[in-house]
């Protein structure tokens, strides 16, 4: 995949009973992040899954369709990828922050941001204002080619884990990431 094709956490609005359609060849998880109404998902236009706010899906797919089958507009935000699924926190608040110094990602390589012995079970992740991306985020397994892309001026990306998270930089300088941690 070039990285024209890859997903990154997308912000959309469907009227009642509209569909969309979103293409990334080699999807292995799909993950609906915000939304306050139940969403209709089918992958390579199979079977339709009924998925909440916080919900993973994990299968291999190509084009993902999401209906909106409420009497209201609905909007929602969605994350897809390939390698190691996120575990997301669905409608569970964190009621403590620590704020950590931004973290230096070389270029071309994987750094360690959030280690998985922390006392905390949530970090919300974005790209520091300025920097150039986008960055892949996941598990010890990241690469070039494995993670979900986190790009600039997209919103934090919330993860909930007991697992190390790693980023992985493509560019040609370093790029500093935010950390926030929660728990």
Same mark, same amino acid.
């Given at each position: 995949? $070039?990285?024209?094709?890859?997903?990154? =956490?997308?912000?959309?609005?469907?009227?009642?009973?509209?569909?969309? *359609?979103?293409?990334?060849?080699?999807?292995?998880?799909?993950?609906?992040?915000?939304?306050?109404?139940?969403?209709?998902?089918?992958?390579?236009?199979?079977?339709?899954?009924?998925?909440?706010?916080?919900?993973?899906?994990?299968?291999?797919?190509?084009?993902?369709? @999401?209906? =909106?089958?409420?009497?209201?507009?609905?909007?929602? *935000?969605?994350?897809?990828?390939?390698? $190691?699924?996120?575990?997301?926190?669905? =409608?569970?608040?964190?009621?403590?922050?620590? =704020?950590?110094?931004?973290?230096?990602?070389? /270029?071309?390589? /994987?750094?360690?941001?959030?280690?998985?012995?922390?006392?905390?079970?949530?970090?919300?992740?974005?790209? /520091?204002?300025?920097?150039?991306?986008?960055?892949? +985020?996941?598990?010890?397994? +990241?690469?070039?080619?494995?993670?979900?892309?986190?790009? @600039?001026?997209?919103?934090?990306?919330? +993860?909930?884990?007991?697992?190390?998270?790693?980023?992985?930089?493509?560019?040609?300088?370093?790029?500093?990431?935010?950390?926030?941690?929660?728990?």
């Amino acid at each position: 995949m $070039d990285d024209a094709q890859q997903f990154k =956490n997308s912000t959309m609005t469907l009227a009642s009973g509209a569909a969309t *359609t979103i293409s990334f060849p080699g999807g292995e998880w799909f993950a609906l992040l915000l939304t306050n109404k139940q969403l209709f998902v089918s992958f390579d236009q199979g079977q339709q899954v009924l998925l909440y706010r916080g919900d993973v899906y994990t299968c291999s797919f190509t084009d993902v369709t @999401v209906t =909106n089958s409420s009497p209201v507009s609905v909007t929602f *935000t969605v994350l897809m990828g390939s390698g $190691d699924p996120p575990t997301l926190t669905g =409608n569970r608040v964190p009621s403590l922050f620590q =704020n950590q110094p931004d973290v230096s990602c070389g /270029a071309g390589a /994987a750094t360690q941001v959030v280690t998985g012995s922390n006392s905390t079970r949530y970090a919300y992740l974005s790209i /520091a204002a300025g920097a150039v991306g986008p960055v892949r +985020i996941g598990g010890s397994t +990241i690469s070039a080619t494995k993670g979900v892309w986190l790009t @600039v001026g997209a919103q934090p990306l919330q +993860i909930e884990t007991s697992a190390d998270i790693y980023v992985w930089n493509p560019q040609a300088s370093a790029v500093p990431v935010s950390v926030c941690l929660g728990g």
